[in-house]
């Protein structure tokens, strides 16, 4: 005899609807969320490749070579920015100084992939200092510099001396050729010369990022001194001293018995007193210390507008004989990038600034300014001038923690 079940039931037609949205929407979330993983993911890796990029364009800053910066990428083999990412690839406009491929492994293994984002939509660069991805529906930016002039137009600061640290002075300046050999940003190497002032001091300027070969040429006895200089972003050096192996300049090199330096710093308040000032009671202290103290003393000037310094000068104590020139320095830093710093001299009842600075920010940096003749007279400085000299400087968004001025001379 059959034994029949009874009450055995199963899903309504209702509770399958149900059962079946329920799923739908679980796998309309499951696929939502699946899509923003996906995306988040293409921007990270879209973020990573245009880091890369870059660094393809002006190097890599953590590679080095003996703890020095030795990557500068594009930039640094030809001295201009690449007109398209192509460029970094294949040597397109067939250049002598082109070192590349500049592309990574890891970035793209073809002509093709390293023109696209990970939504498969062309980086848009066309040369300068930002490359951009749209393929995700909004801009994706990565700032390669805050200016071109920031790899391209750097500078750097010597002072050449003999065996016995003298200086060149009037005779032998002319003497000396500062040779340095870059790229010209065209796809070849153009080779600038500068002499040296009577003090030794020279400015190389208008340099690209890189390392590039300078030559020191004392004419008279065919020596020449080599060096590498490694020129780094926003490069604007202290002096550097080279000397020659040899007494070149000691005996009778500047016109006499030798050539000296006598540094002069703030001892009081000049004719003008408009910066605040941080860590010290009267302005003149702030900035009189022979060494470097950074924060603990400084003047400062936070608005948009110009305000100046002047201080009155130690009296010389040790100089004789004929001033080869004059040079104001001062130690600034700015504290917005609209900062801007001048050195200011008053002589014979006269102020004159010196080249407007774009000073950088995290740490203090020198400027100076090179008078060979007194800018009121035209002439050679005079003692009597030195010791009325007022110096300081002129800021805006900066602060300054040093003035001072070195008197070169030849007795």
Not at 224 to 229: G, I, N, P
Request: glycine share 10%.
């Amino acid at each position: 005899m059959k034994k029949i079940l009874q009450n055995i039931s199963g899903f309504s037609l209702i509770e399958l609807l149900v059962a079946i949205v329920v799923i739908g929407i679980i796998l309309s979330l499951a696929m939502q969320s699946m899509d923003t993983f996906v995306d988040d993911n293409r921007r990270v890796t879209t973020n990573k490749e245009m880091d890369k990029l870059a660094q393809a364009i002006v190097g890599n800053p953590d590679i080095a070579n003996t703890g020095v910066r030795s990557d500068f990428g594009f930039v640094g083999d030809n001295g201009a920015f690449p007109s398209n990412l192509q460029d970094l690839y294949s040597n397109t406009n067939g250049w002598s100084t082109w070192d590349g491929p500049y592309i990574t492994t890891g970035i793209a293994q073809d002509t093709i992939g390293l023109k696209y984002d990970e939504w498969n939509q062309p980086y848009n660069y066309t040369g300068g200092i930002t490359i951009t991805s749209t393929g995700s529906g909004s801009t994706i930016t990565k700032k390669i510099a805050d200016a071109p002039s920031d790899y391209l137009l750097n500078s750097f600061n010597g002072v050449i001396k003999d065996s016995q640290d003298s200086l060149p002075g009037l005779i032998y300046k002319d003497s000396i050729e500062i040779e340095i050999t870059i790229p010209n940003g065209g796809g070849s190497l153009v080779t600038k010369i500068y002499n040296p002032a009577s003090d030794g001091n020279f400015t190389l300027d208008s340099l690209p990022v890189g390392q590039h070969q300078m030559e020191i040429i004392y004419s008279p006895e065919n020596d020449t001194l080599t060096r590498y200089l490694t020129i780094l972003p926003r490069h604007k050096s202290n002096a550097v001293t080279f000397n020659f192996g040899s007494s070149y300049f000691s005996t009778g090199g500047g016109g006499g018995g030798g050539t000296g330096i006598e540094t002069l710093r703030p001892v009081g308040p000049g004719s003008q007193t408009q910066l605040n000032n941080s860590g010290c009671t009267n302005n003149w202290e702030c900035t009189n210390e022979a060494v470097n103290n950074g924060d603990a003393g400084y003047v400062y000037r936070t608005e948009n507008n110009y305000r100046i310094d002047l201080y009155e000068m130690e009296n010389h104590t040790v100089g004789s004989g004929t001033i080869d020139s004059v040079i104001v320095y001062i130690s600034c830093m700015e504290t917005n990038s609209s900062g801007r710093v001048q050195t200011r001299i008053r002589t014979n009842s006269r102020n004159y600034n010196g080249v407007l600075e774009n000073p950088g920010s995290g740490s203090y940096n020198d400027y100076s300014t090179t008078y060979i003749n007194n800018p009121r007279t035209n002439s050679l400085w005079t003692w009597s001038e030195i010791d009325d000299l007022q110096a300081g400087t002129r800021l805006r968004r900066a602060r300054c923690t040093q003035v001072w001025v070195d008197v070169f001379y030849t007795y």
